[in-house]
């Protein structure tokens, strides 16, 4: 029987250790390798509806084995995982009971994120909406879906997907069927989603790749993956009071401001 360990007060759940994001986080004593660990504490089952909740979390560092380690201390409801899994599987995620945790997989090892706000998910849901009629005949702009990049499974904030990956039986996309990931920086995930999402993209052959940040200003990036390489080009940044001349992988303007949920 699989024994389950209650992510309870003070608990810490050591989600695998992710190159380079415990010092981009904000650490300046993290090293490159460290480890990245999620702390839960004193949760009471309500969730956060403003993004400004997830500005409180506290970032700190502490020794640990002789390395430093990023600390996120979140308040958020409690959630039972297995303590016996050496290496996830997408079949393990599905195995999790629902909660308001995003939970993906990477490299084997689970990463668990604070749930995005309300301000967030309008914000990809609104440029959804500006994109909707440039997508080329036989694909489709969907929200939050997982991409197999075996051995991580990815979720990000909107996909351009081919039409047939979307059956009831499909709750995994392989990269032929995805051309286009985008992710909302959140303020839980700031380098994941700047560093480590975009990494394993472009390392799976993902084309393109969009970056909509939130702070110090609204802002898209967008990024293309040139034949052969394992890494990302930047196309261009646009901020709010600008448009975006989009012309891969399809013709679009995107006006900026526009994303904004609150104008």
Same mark, same amino acid.
């Given at each position: 029987?699989?024994?389950?360990?209650?992510?309870?007060?003070?608990?810490?759940?050591?989600?695998?250790?992710?190159?380079?994001?415990?010092?981009?986080?904000?650490?300046?004593?993290?090293?490159? $390798?460290?480890?990245?660990?999620?702390?839960?504490?004193?949760?009471?089952?309500?969730?956060?509806?403003?993004?400004?909740?997830?500005?409180?979390?506290?970032?700190?560092?502490?020794? %640990? #084995?002789?390395?430093?380690?990023?600390?996120?201390?979140?308040?958020?409801?409690?959630?039972?995982?297995?303590? $016996?899994?050496?290496?996830?599987?997408?079949?393990?995620?599905?195995?999790?009971?629902?909660?308001?945790?995003?939970?993906?997989?990477?490299?084997?090892?689970?990463?668990?994120?604070?749930?995005?706000?309300?301000?967030?998910?309008?914000?990809?849901?609104?440029?959804?909406?500006?994109?909707? $009629?440039?997508?080329?005949?036989?694909?489709?702009? %969907?929200?939050?879906?997982?991409?197999?990049?075996?051995?991580?499974?990815?979720?990000?904030?909107?996909?351009?997907?081919? %039409?047939?990956?979307?059956?009831?039986?499909?709750n995994l996309?392989?990269?032929?069927?995805?051309?286009?990931?985008?992710?909302?920086?959140s303020p839980?995930?700031?380098?994941?989603?700047?560093?480590?999402?975009?990494?394993?993209?472009?390392?799976?052959?993902?084309?393109?790749?969009?970056?909509?940040?939130?702070?110090? #200003?609204?802002?898209?990036?967008?990024?293309?993956?040139?034949?052969?390489?394992?890494?990302?080009?930047?196309?261009?940044?646009?901020?709010?009071?600008?448009?975006?001349?989009?012309?891969?992988?399809?013709?679009?303007?995107?006006?900026?401001?526009?994303?904004?949920? $609150?104008?």
């Open positions: 029987m699989r024994r389950h360990a209650p992510c309870s007060t003070r608990l810490r759940a050591r989600i695998g250790r992710i190159p380079g994001i415990s010092r981009s986080a904000g650490c300046p004593q993290a090293r490159p $390798d460290s480890p990245v660990v999620h702390i839960s504490r004193s949760a009471d089952g309500s969730r956060p509806t403003d993004q400004q909740e997830w500005r409180h979390a506290e970032q700190q560092c502490e020794t %640990h #084995e002789n390395r430093r380690i990023q600390m996120v201390v979140v308040d958020m409801p409690a959630v039972e995982l297995p303590t $016996d899994l050496e290496r996830w599987t997408f079949d393990d995620l599905l195995a999790l009971p629902e909660s308001i945790w995003r939970f993906e997989i990477v490299d084997g090892g689970l990463l668990m994120t604070p749930p995005p706000s309300i301000f967030h998910d309008a914000i990809w849901l609104r440029l959804r909406d500006q994109i909707r $009629d440039a997508i080329p005949a036989g694909y489709v702009a %969907h929200g939050p879906t997982a991409v197999d990049l075996d051995p991580s499974y990815l979720i990000p904030d909107l996909v351009v997907l081919r %039409h047939e990956a979307v059956r009831p039986s499909r996309l392989v990269i032929p069927e995805t051309l286009l990931v985008v992710e909302v920086v839980g995930s700031v380098s994941i989603d700047r560093i480590l999402k975009p990494a394993k993209y472009a390392e799976a052959g993902i084309p393109h790749f969009w970056r909509v940040e939130l702070q110090p #200003e609204l802002s898209l990036t967008a990024y293309a993956l040139p034949d052969g390489a394992r890494t990302y080009t930047e196309v261009g940044t646009w901020a709010a009071g600008q448009t975006a001349p989009i012309r891969a992988p399809f013709e679009v303007d995107i006006e900026i401001a526009e994303l904004a949920p $609150d104008r």
